[in-house]
Structures are given as structure tokens and as C-alpha cells.
């Protein structure tokens, strides 16, 4: 199964990124929860309306953060698809709304309040379906965002990272770099402008997570990565699915993440990101998690 599930960031300004996300980019916020590394810290989560995986964008919420150095390697750029006949209508929303961009054939680039590099790429795609579609949203459903479409790794040894993809999931690179799922699914990898340390801050993406169909699927990838010899950092669950995190040789996190359980454990799928939640392993420490992370 070849495809994305999620992309997390850090943001510093949890209200400029909620009004971005939900009023301007019209996505849903799905989940109102704490990062399981630091109970101190907010995660949130905006993606379709069910919070589909290949949808979904997370933010870890860190109120002093300061800027970002993306040098010797980072992962950068979210490229988000737009169904048929849509670019016309977002075009006109970002003039309305003073956003500055730039446009190239049926793309338009953009930066969000972190100055994350966005695009908005209109496909021959057909708009979302029910259940998927987000009802609350400001944009018209006919012209919401259908998934997330790409990303780049930027590293220092561009044929190590290909080299990782292709020996552990046989995802090979074209003559440009890219890895290809379908036509409108893809990311790339390119070389690093410099070897100056990277330094995370607002806006910098922590990781890219993609798809695992099932528990058993991701256990024998874990085990193939142990084989190889990769970078594994842990296998774990996050309640809502299970994931492995691997350092690609090029010193980005990459995570697998499972399809299920989903968002819905902890919360009904018409109220989700409605209050703070935790998934259920989490919930005896919820009084002391509240006390931390709205001090």
C-alpha cells in the first residue's frame, strides 16, 4: 500500500495555525490531543472530515519556538491535490486573503504562518465523497483539498536515501529524483544546499509518515529494517495507529504508519477535534497531562 499518512511540523502560533489550516485552507481539525514524547506540549491534527489517512497534517504546538535552519538535511515542501476545475477558485482565495504566490501551470505555491512551502496542484481528480468531505469548512465542497501530493527529502548523499527506499520497500527513484505512487502521489529527493547543521524550529517538518496496511504488515517490515541494518528508532503505538520510526540515512525521520484504529476511539467521528482527547492508554494520566499542557 504506496502512499502517504501523515506529515508532522512544529508550529509556534497555535492560533495562526488553526485559523490557516481550517478557515483559510478549509481542513478539518480532527484532533485536539498531547504529544506522547512531552505531555506538555499540544499536537494537533487537521486532515478530511473522517481524517483519512493520506490526509491528514500534524502540528506539535510549541509556544517559544524559535527559527529553523534547514541545511544538511530536512524535509521540506507539502503539495496538496485539488480536484478538476478548482484552481480558478483557490487562485481568487488567496488574492482575497493577501497571500502572496506564485503560479506554474496548474500549481500555485505558497507559505503558510511559518513560512512552510505549500502548493495547491489542480488534478483531473473528482471532488471528495460523503463522510470525507469536510461539512463545516469555508471552502465549497466541489473545491476542497482531496490529499496530501508531495514532499521532498533534501540530504546530503541523495543515492544513500535512494538507496534506503528502494532496499527496504523497492521504491525506486526516477532520472529527477522522485518516487512515484501513482500520478498524483510522489516525493523527491534532492541533494542539501550545504553541510551546516540543521537546527528545527517553526515550521520545520519533524517527519513524514506512510501508509502500512496492518499490524502484521508493519511488524514484518520492522523486522526487515532490523535486517538491514537501518537507523530504527522505535516501534510503538500511538492508540490511534501503530508506527515504526526509522533515521533515513540522510538524517530524516521517516515513519510506517497503520491505516487503523483511527481517530475515532477516542471521540465520534462527527465530533471529532471537539474537546481534548487522549487514546485510551493515555486516559488514567489525563488530570496530570491537563495540569501540564494548560498551565
Same mark, same amino acid.
Given at each position: 500500500?504506496?502512499?502517504?499518512? #501523515?506529515?508532522?511540523?512544529?508550529?509556534?502560533?497555535?492560533?495562526?495555525?488553526?485559523?490557516?489550516?481550517?478557515?483559510?485552507?478549509?481542513?478539518?481539525?480532527?484532533?485536539?490531543?498531547?504529544?506522547?514524547?512531552?505531555?506538555?506540549?499540544?499536537?494537533?491534527?487537521?486532515?478530511?472530515?473522517?481524517?483519512?489517512?493520506?490526509?491528514?497534517?500534524?502540528?506539535?504546538?510549541?509556544?517559544?519556538?524559535?527559527?529553523?535552519?534547514?541545511? !544538511?538535511?530536512?524535509?521540506?515542501?507539502?503539495?496538496?491535490?485539488? +480536484?478538476?476545475? =478548482? *484552481?480558478?477558485?483557490?487562485?481568487?482565495?488567496? *488574492?482575497?486573503?493577501?497571500?502572496?504566490?506564485?503560479?506554474?501551470? /496548474?500549481?500555485?505555491?505558497?507559505?503558510?504562518?511559518?513560512?512552510?512551502?505549500? =502548493?495547491?496542484?489542480?488534478?483531473?481528480? +473528482?471532488?471528495?465523497?460523503?463522510?470525507?468531505?469536510?461539512?463545516?469548512?469555508?471552502?465549497?465542497?466541489?473545491? &476542497?483539498?482531496?490529499?496530501?501530493? =508531495? =514532499?521532498?527529502? #533534501?540530504? +546530503?548523499?541523495?543515492?544513500?536515501? !535512494?538507496?534506503?527506499?528502494?532496499?527496504?520497500?523497492?521504491?525506486?527513484?526516477?532520472?529527477?529524483?522522485?518516487?512515484?505512487?501513482?500520478?498524483? #502521489?510522489?516525493?523527491?529527493?534532492?541533494?542539501? +544546499?550545504?553541510?551546516?547543521?540543521?537546527?528545527?524550529? /517553526?515550521?520545520?517538518?519533524?517527519?513524514?509518515?506512510?501508509?502500512?496496511?496492518?499490524? &502484521?504488515?508493519?511488524?514484518?517490515?520492522?523486522?526487515?529494517?532490523?535486517? !538491514?541494518?537501518?537507523? $530504527?528508532?522505535?516501534?510503538?503505538?500511538?492508540?490511534?495507529?501503530?508506527?515504526?520510526?526509522?533515521?533515513?540515512?540522510?538524517?530524516?525521520?521517516?515513519?510506517?504508519?497503520?491505516?487503523?484504529?483511527?481517530?475515532? $476511539?477516542?471521540?465520534?467521528?462527527?465530533?471529532?477535534?471537539?474537546?481534548?482527547?487522549?487514546?485510551?492508554?493515555?486516559?488514567?494520566?489525563?488530570?496530570?497531562?491537563?495540569?501540564?499542557?494548560?498551565?
Amino acid at each position: 500500500m504506496k502512499n502517504f499518512h #501523515h506529515i508532522s511540523l512544529l508550529t509556534r502560533d497555535k492560533e495562526k495555525n488553526l485559523a490557516f489550516y481550517t478557515e483559510f485552507l478549509g481542513l478539518r481539525f480532527i484532533k485536539n490531543t498531547v504529544n506522547q514524547e512531552n505531555h506538555r506540549m499540544l499536537h494537533w491534527y487537521y486532515g478530511d472530515y473522517a481524517g483519512t489517512p493520506g490526509t491528514v497534517i500534524t502540528f506539535f504546538v510549541v509556544p517559544r519556538l524559535g527559527s529553523r535552519y534547514d541545511n !544538511q538535511h530536512s524535509i521540506e515542501t507539502i503539495g496538496f491535490n485539488l +480536484p478538476k476545475n =478548482s *484552481l480558478a477558485y483557490w487562485e481568487e482565495r488567496l *488574492l482575497k486573503a493577501n497571500i502572496p504566490y506564485e503560479k506554474n501551470e /496548474k500549481t500555485l505555491n505558497f507559505l503558510d504562518p511559518d513560512k512552510v512551502k505549500l =502548493s495547491l496542484t489542480e488534478t483531473s481528480l +473528482p471532488p471528495l465523497k460523503e463522510n470525507h468531505f469536510v461539512k463545516k469548512s469555508p471552502v465549497p465542497k466541489e473545491k &476542497q483539498i482531496l490529499t496530501i501530493r =508531495s =514532499s521532498e527529502f #533534501h540530504v +546530503p548523499h541523495v543515492e544513500k536515501t !535512494q538507496g534506503f527506499f528502494e532496499q527496504l520497500l523497492d521504491w525506486k527513484s526516477n532520472e529527477e529524483g522522485k518516487i512515484f505512487f501513482d500520478e498524483n #502521489h510522489f516525493f523527491s529527493i534532492v541533494k542539501s +544546499p550545504n553541510e551546516k547543521e540543521t537546527h528545527m524550529g /517553526k515550521g520545520s517538518i519533524d517527519h513524514i509518515a506512510f501508509l502500512v496496511k496492518g499490524d &502484521q504488515e508493519l511488524e514484518a517490515l520492522h523486522k526487515k529494517a532490523q535486517g !538491514q541494518n537501518w537507523n $530504527i528508532e522505535k516501534i510503538i503505538s500511538r492508540g490511534y495507529f501503530k508506527s515504526l520510526y526509522i533515521r533515513e540515512p540522510g538524517g530524516n525521520r521517516v515513519e510506517f504508519a497503520t491505516a487503523t484504529p483511527g481517530f475515532t $476511539i477516542d471521540a465520534s467521528l462527527e465530533h471529532l477535534g471537539e474537546e481534548f482527547t487522549l487514546p485510551p492508554f493515555l486516559m488514567p494520566d489525563y488530570d496530570d497531562i491537563i495540569k501540564n499542557i494548560y498551565k
